[in-house]
Nanobody
Framework: QVQLAESGGGLVQPGGSLRLSCVGS????????VGWFRQAPGKEREFVAA??????TYADSVKGRFTISRENAKSTVYLQMNGLKPEDTAVYYC???????????????????WGQGTQVTVSS
């Protein structure tokens, strides 16, 4: 069983930056694949970025602007978001699973554990 807690969301102007954190419980968290997803009002949940061991992958819409990283000693995964746009506005969720094959990291249905989400609003 893994419990996840996101933080770091807020209101930021277009072009600004935020860093989201996802803290996981459990001593084996470093072995879990961790993904970031987001859901805007009236839209489906969509993949943002994921990390599995030394591999990372990003949605095309955030490549070059967002960076996912891990600090295993703190059981924490970060999502650094730069160059934010109004269309990045959404609730951001982190998710974790111990058994995802790398190629399936973008599928929300592959993850067993989810955080409660943190709101990111990009607006002037």
């Amino acid at each position: 069983q893994v419990q996840l807690a996101e933080s770091g969301g807020g209101l930021v102007q277009p072009g600004g930056s935020l860093r989201l954190s996802c803290v996981g419980s459990g001593a084996t968290f470093s072995r879990y694949a961790v993904g970031w997803f987001r859901q805007a009002p009236g839209k489906e949940r969509e993949f943002v970025a994921a990390s599995r061991r030394g591999d990372v992958t990003y949605a095309d819409s955030v490549k070059g602007r967002f960076t996912i990283s891990r600090e295993n000693a703190k059981s924490t995964v970060y999502l650094q978001m730069n160059g934010l746009k109004p269309e990045d506005t959404a609730v951001y969720y982190c998710a974790a699973d111990a058994s995802i094959i790398f190629g399936l990291l973008h599928r929300s249905t592959e993850y067993d554990y989810w955080g409660q989400g943190t709101q990111v609003t990009v607006s002037s």
